[in-house]
């Protein structure tokens, strides 16, 4: 069973930075999909950045210039990096993980929720301006 441990969220002032962890455990496979999605409150899950097992990312147009996601895999580990955090940015952080790529680009991952086999628990970042 694969499992997914988000780490790294927190209060911050706008303009500041945060990093966000995953822990991905018991994922094996060779093809796969990694991602980041956020929920504020009172709306739906939106996918922020995804990255395939062929080495490509995609990011939300919102997101663009600002976040980047990457992979250690020595620590088995996801990462978020965030910078020039908006109050916009404020909501809960979940990781996802999908044993197959069945999309690329802004627009498929924005709603890519269902697409994703497993997810964490998420973790809060909070912006205040």
């Known amino acids: 069973q694969v499992h997914l441990v988000e780490s790294g969220g927190g209060s911050v002032q706008t303009g500041g930075s945060l990093r966000l962890s995953c822990t991905v455990s018991?994922?094996?496979?060779?093809?796969?999909?990694l991602a980041w999605f956020r929920q504020a409150p009172g709306k739906e899950r939106e996918g922020v950045a995804a990255?395939?097992?062929?080495?490509?990312?995609s990011y939300a147009d919102s997101v663009k210039e600002r976040f980047t996601i990457s992979r250690s895999r020595a620590k088995n580990t996801l990462y978020l990096t965030k910078k020039s955090l908006q109050p916009e940015d404020t909501a809960k952080y979940y990781c996802?993980?999908?044993?197959?790529?069945?999309?690329?680009?802004?627009?498929?991952?924005?709603?890519?929720?269902?697409?994703?086999?497993?997810w964490g628990q998420g973790t809060q970042v909070t912006v205040s301006s």
């Open positions: 996802a993980a999908a044993q197959v790529i069945r999309g690329k680009g802004a627009n498929w991952l924005k709603t890519s929720s269902a697409e994703f086999d497993y």
């Open positions: 018991d994922f094996t496979d060779s093809t796969y999909c």
């Open positions: 990255l395939d097992s062929d080495g490509s990312s």
